[in-house]
């Protein structure tokens, strides 16, 4: 269905592309990984029109086909309502159908030649009045998708600039997964999607017809949705393929990498081997021709020292040819806590707390105790006061009843999930020489940790992206010697090596934490209980299956089935 052929991409004299190549056929499943910045997104964009390659080509077949593209940011009018941008109206029909007319009107009066150039646009328009009547013919559906996705609470007149970031995001989603396209191009789907949607969204893959190319840094989503992962790698800006899901692809790249150390081992202790070799003839040859004046005896050490020096160049010709280079990990957050002050054996002590806005409680007598070293997820449906409760915790809200104590010598770190607490005037450099007591030397030292080298540490913070900020904020917890994190979605714009990374921090942190999070890989991987905040009532459980379990057990309402799927 679709042909991607070599294509390339530079900006300036950075390279982001160079010679990919990938067939993608109707049911495919693909995941699309690599860091921050490596151009998946260049990528999407080339394929779904939104920019040109430097060279090669991308073919639909057939041309009528049509690709749905989710971008990582909703693109609308100030104007528009959620149910302008969830149902296509009469006018943009209209605007549609005329625009094909016309178009087919002057394929048929043109050249050949011309006609070579205006069937591209035909196809698009074509492509665009299938979407528009999509929309429209499937606005019966548009209950279930919103219902699924968590945003049955908005109105359909509610303004699109006013709901949240995360809103916005779901909203886009469901108004592509409405239009049904033939291949559906997602670019990081899971942003701020709760357990159950993200459960849903699986459901409604699992039952999609048409093919998929989708960039997530989830790995538990990615494993439950995708048949082939792709690769694209930061240095060579190359792809490859690797059948299976995420977990397969990483046993192979493991593989892969072990593989490579023997390779590279084995090399090293040969060119180890036949330098010392010809040394130690060099050495013997020098060593005759110093004791001699004999002609014939000199000979021979010649000889010796030329066998040395062809020893030399053989191994430097192999080397050029089949040289194996030394395997480096994939760029990651070199994130450590250390020297974490001690706390009391109780940190955070909730007393019949109720939260909420404006009066309006979003949970009420919450009573719970998180104790030292513990490891606690804060998991639930979006809109239940998840980050209410992480305010309340760290004195940024005052609960409308009950109370919040913490323990002895408790000191709070709080990473906010829309990283509001950041000065975009400032620069890395300045806000952690204002958080913490360090030279100058000290600072960029410490940021360099945090992937922040040379003269990035003084860009403006409102230039960086929001994966660079979400960096920043970490390295101003870790700097300050806190010992009970509150982080709401720390993860959210972390690509996958440096999501591995601050799994590994945690593991090694000894303080406590509780975090907001909805990435469930991570959740397992660092949680030593579950805190479930739905309904208004806040309960504990021992791991996410016992949480997933009570879960569909309490609910004795039928569950939502997913859209029909094109």
Not at 206 to 229: E, K, N, Q
Not at 484 to 490: H, V
Request: glycine share 6%; aromatic share 6%.
């Amino acid at each position: 269905m679709l042909q991607i052929s070599n294509v390339s991409k530079q900006y300036g004299d950075n390279s982001i592309l160079a010679n990919v190549s990938l067939t993608v056929s109707r049911a495919d499943r693909l995941g699309l990984v690599g860091p921050n910045g490596c151009g998946k997104t260049t990528l999407l964009r080339i394929i779904a029109g939104e920019e040109r390659p430097d060279s090669g080509s991308v073919h639909l077949n057939p041309p009528s086909l049509r690709l749905g593209y989710l971008e990582q940011g909703l693109r609308y009018h100030e104007s528009d309502t959620v149910a302008d941008l969830l149902q296509a109206d009469q006018s943009e029909l209209e605007l549609a159908q005329a625009e094909v007319a016309k178009l087919a009107d002057s394929v048929a009066a043109a050249d050949q030649a011309e006609q070579t150039r205006l069937m591209d646009a035909y196809t698009k328009a074509l492509a665009a009045l299938e979407a528009a009547a999509g929309r429209q013919t499937a606005a019966h559906d548009a209950e279930t998708v919103l219902a699924g996705l968590g945003l049955t609470s908005v109105p359909l007149d509610t303004p699109v600039a006013a709901l949240s970031g995360g809103q916005k995001t779901r909203l886009g989603l469901a108004r592509l997964l409405l239009e049904r396209p033939t291949i559906l191009l997602l670019d990081e789907p899971t942003n701020h999607l709760d357990i159950e949607a993200l459960e849903w969204l699986e459901e409604w893959l699992r039952r999609y017809r048409g093919a998929a190319l989708i960039v997530s840094h989830d790995r538990t989503f990615l494993d439950r949705t995708v048949s082939a992962v792709l690769e694209l790698d930061p240095h060579t800006h190359t792809l490859t393929v690797y059948p299976g899901t995420y977990a397969d692809y990483v046993k192979a790249k493991i593989r892969q990498q072990e593989k490579q150390w023997a390779a590279y081992k084995d090399q090293q202790e040969r060119i180890t081997r036949v330098h010392a070799d010809a040394r130690r003839l060099s050495g013997y040859a020098g060593s005759i021709e110093r004791g001699t004046t004999d002609f014939a005896t000199r000979k021979i050490a010649k000889g010796i020292a030329r066998r040395a020096t062809v020893q030399r160049h053989r191994l430097e010709r192999e080397l050029e040819k089949e040289r194996v280079d030394k395997p480096t990990r994939s760029w990651q957050m070199k994130l450590e806590f250390t020297d974490t002050p001690p706390s009391g054996r109780d940190v955070i002590i909730l007393e019949g707390v109720a939260a909420g806005y404006e009066g309006v409680p979003l949970f009420t007598n919450v009573t719970q105790v998180l104790r030292a070293g513990e490891r606690v997820a804060l998991v639930g449906p979006n809109g239940e006061g998840k980050t209410a409760l992480l305010r309340v915790v760290s004195g940024q809200l005052e609960p409308l009843d009950g109370r919040v104590r913490l323990g002895a010598n408790v000191k709070l770190g709080y990473l906010h999930q829309e990283q509001e607490d950041l000065d975009p005037t400032e620069t890395p450099f300045d806000t952690l020489q204002r958080s913490a007591r360090m030279s100058e030397t000290e600072v960029r030292s410490f940021l360099h940790f945090f992937l922040f080298s040379g003269d990035d540490v003084f860009v403006p913070i409102g230039d960086l992206s929001y994966g660079e900020r979400a960096r920043l904020m970490l390295a101003r917890l870790v700097a300050t010697g806190c010992n009970c994190l509150l982080l709401d979605e720390p993860i959210n714009h972390l690509d996958i090596p440096s999501r591995a990374r601050f799994e590994q921090a945690m593991a090694n942190f000894e303080g406590t934490v509780l975090a907001v999070a909805h990435d469930r890989y991570f959740v397992r991987q660092f949680a030593s209980r579950i805190w479930s905040l739905a309904d208004g009532t806040l309960n504990s459980y021992l791991s996410l299956d016992h949480w997933s379990q009570a879960r569909h057990a309490r609910d004795s309402r039928p569950r939502r089935e997913p859209a029909s799927a094109p």
